[in-house]
């Protein structure tokens, strides 16, 4: 279900183009065949709920996992056999916080640069140049160990960055991260992008995704579901209008009698005793409302939500929206 064809010849090619990109795992394919492409200066975001098959991809595409099928190409040129000699073109940050916890942040930092074979002098500015963009100089002489987990997190993100790489793969990079740092993170990784590097980024946020990202692909049970612009997927959700209400009762009991009665609607329950009212029609709120009343339920709120990435997820993967935004206490997978 791939929308977009790679780019015919005289243009620029990919920043990455991957093809038939297949990982088994024992009783588990984690990687069934994926396809898509990232384009030079975009941030893409790949998308999916937790088991889906994101860190294994990062994984194959940057030569710490062997797939058993497909292609990789970096920039227009094929490393799929050779991926170690495509390693000076992206940097990566793991899903975890992978520097070492004895050294500061600033010889982390410049381990890293001696592992690219960065000179002395170059690495000093690189890093210190890192550390004030990462906020970081005020912690640079600390113990790694000793970071909190949003200030490790922005670490790591310079540590990928060190070698100046043309592309960034990013692993759940805000996971487990305070709402603050998260801020600064996104903040961060859309300067990186303005000033031109290419950035792949999982997430199972869709939020985030629809902030960040230019073009997002979903992956579910390892299958590239659907691959798109943000924009163009939200603008085919636009003629859609939502309207949530707020109930004193939870309306799982009402559901059917709604459904039987307003046929035209969409009826979706939501915790917190809230319910969605979908429609590609306007919405007429009376009706409902004094149906509602007349069954105990009173209607306490109603507000209308802008058709979001997460009602496109649902629509594309008819997977249930919970699955992928009620890991918001930061839990990984
Ligand atoms: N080293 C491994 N051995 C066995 N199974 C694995 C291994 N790594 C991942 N898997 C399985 O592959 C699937 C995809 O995992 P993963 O890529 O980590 O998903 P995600 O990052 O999207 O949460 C899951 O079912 C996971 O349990
Ligand atoms: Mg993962």
Same mark, same amino acid.
């Given at each position: 279900?791939?929308?977009?064809?790679?780019?015919?010849?005289?243009?620029?090619?990919?920043?990455?183009?991957?093809? *038939? %990109? $297949?990982?088994?795992?024992?009783?588990?394919? @984690?990687?069934? /065949? +994926? !396809? &898509?492409?990232? #384009?030079?200066?975009?941030?893409?975001?790949?998308?999916?709920?937790?088991?889906?098959?994101?860190?294994?991809?990062?994984?194959?595409?940057? *030569? %710490? $996992?062997?797939?058993?099928?497909?292609?990789? @190409?970096?920039? /227009? +040129? !094929? &490393?799929?056999? #050779?991926?170690?000699?495509?390693?000076?073109?992206?940097?990566?940050?793991?899903?975890?916080?992978?520097?070492?916890?004895?050294?500061?942040?600033?010889?982390?930092?410049?381990?890293?640069?001696?592992?690219?074979?960065? /000179?002395?002098?170059?690495?000093?500015?690189?890093?210190?140049?890192?550390?004030?963009?990462?906020?970081?100089?005020?912690?640079?002489?600390?113990?790694?160990?000793?970071?909190?987990?949003?200030?490790?997190?922005?670490?790591?993100?310079?540590?990928?960055?060190?070698?100046?790489?043309?592309?960034?793969?990013?692993?759940?990079?805000?996971?487990?991260?305070?709402?603050?740092?998260?801020?600064?993170?996104?903040?961060?990784?859309?300067?990186?992008?303005?000033?031109?590097?290419?950035?792949?980024?999982?997430?199972?946020?869709?939020?985030?995704?629809?902030?960040?990202?230019?073009?997002?692909?979903?992956?579910?049970?390892?299958?590239?579901?659907?691959?798109?612009?943000?924009?163009?997927?939200?603008?085919?959700?636009?003629?859609?209008?939502?309207?949530?209400?707020?109930?004193?009762?939870?309306?799982?009991?009402?559901?059917?009698?709604?459904?039987?009665?307003?046929?035209?609607?969409?009826?979706?329950?939501?915790?917190?005793?809230?319910?969605?009212?979908?429609?590609?029609?306007?919405?007429?709120?009376?009706?409902?409302?004094?149906?509602?009343?007349?069954?105990?339920?009173?209607?306490?709120?109603?507000?209308?939500?802008?058709?979001?990435?997460?009602?496109?997820?649902?629509?594309?993967?008819?997977?249930?929206?919970?699955?992928?935004?009620?890991?918001?206490?930061?839990?990984?997978?």
């Amino acid at each position: 279900m791939i929308e977009e064809s790679q780019p015919g010849p005289g243009e620029t090619p990919p920043a990455l183009a991957v093809s *038939g %990109l $297949a990982k088994r795992f024992d009783d588990v394919q @984690a990687v069934d /065949g +994926a !396809d &898509f492409i990232v #384009r030079p200066g975009e941030v893409f975001g790949f998308l999916g709920p937790n088991g889906a098959g994101k860190t294994t991809t990062i994984k194959l595409l940057t *030569g %710490l $996992a062997r797939p058993d099928a497909g292609s990789i @190409a970096y920039f /227009g +040129a !094929d &490393f799929t056999r #050779r991926l170690k000699a495509a390693q000076h073109l992206f940097g990566v940050v793991a899903d975890g916080n992978n520097l070492y916890p004895e050294l500061t942040g600033r010889e982390n930092l410049e381990f890293c640069a001696a592992l690219y074979g960065i /000179g002395r002098a170059e690495a000093r500015n690189r890093v210190e140049e890192l550390l004030e963009r990462f906020g970081l100089d005020y912690a640079a002489g600390r113990r790694f160990g000793g970071y909190s987990r949003g200030m490790g997190r922005r670490l790591c993100i310079a540590a990928a960055l060190v070698h100046r790489p043309r592309l960034l793969f990013l692993d759940e990079p805000t996971t487990g991260i305070d709402v603050p740092n998260a801020r600064e993170i996104r903040r961060m990784l859309a300067g990186l992008a303005a000033d031109g590097t290419t950035i792949f980024l999982t997430t199972h946020y869709i939020e985030e995704a629809e902030r960040l990202c230019d073009r997002v692909a979903f992956i579910v049970a390892g299958r590239i579901v659907r691959q798109a612009a943000v924009e163009k997927l939200l603008d085919g959700a636009r003629d859609r209008r939502i309207i949530e209400l707020q109930l004193d009762t939870a309306p799982e009991p009402l559901l059917s009698a709604l459904s039987e009665h307003f046929p035209t609607n969409r009826w979706e329950p939501r915790a917190g005793k809230r319910l969605r009212l979908i429609s590609t029609a306007e919405i007429e709120l009376a009706p409902p409302v004094a149906f509602l009343a007349e069954r105990g339920a009173a209607v306490l709120e109603a507000r209308r939500l802008r058709p979001s990435l997460e009602e496109v997820f649902v629509e594309v993967t008819g997977l249930a929206a919970e699955r992928l935004s009620a890991e918001k206490g930061g839990r990984r997978g």
